[in-house]
Nanobody, 111 residues
Framework: VQLQASGGGLVQAGGSLRLSCTTSFTTNKMGWYRQAPGKTRELVAT???????DYAASVKGRFTVSRDNAKKMVYLQMNSLKPEDTAVYYC?????????WGRGTQVTVSS
């Protein structure tokens, strides 16, 4: 599975960004992780093929994950961004228990 995230950038606190992820094919479980400098990778959001979604407590109510299987895309709409959301964001796909990652995209939120 090949994945490529895009859409990151520099935004002021309170602003919004929409991340996109292209994938060579979709799997049942896909989503987004992020990694801030000096911290471990954190699961941000998951989307299942049946429509279920799950979020880290820190982003619930602000971020929305979605997918378009026909376009082989996964999205992350991020609203009300905070400086602590600054990180490299990676999309992932899980297939038979194996996780696949793509290149991340940097999100920087200024205060």
């Amino acid at each position: 599975v090949q994945l490529q995230a895009s859409g990151g950038g520099l935004v002021q606190a309170g602003g919004s960004l929409r991340l996109s992820c292209t994938t060579s094919f979709t799997t049942n479980k896909m989503g987004w992780y992020r990694q801030a400098p000096g911290k471990t990778r954190e699961l941000v959001a998951t989307t299942l093929d049946g429509g279920e979604t799950d979020y880290a407590a820190s982003v619930k109510g602000r971020f929305t994950v979605s997918r378009d299987n026909a376009k082989k895309m996964v999205y992350l709409q991020m609203n009300s961004l905070k400086p602590e959301d600054t990180a490299v964001y990676y999309c992932y796909a899980s297939l038979s228990g194996t996780y696949y990652w793509g290149r991340g995209t940097q999100v920087t939120v200024s205060s």
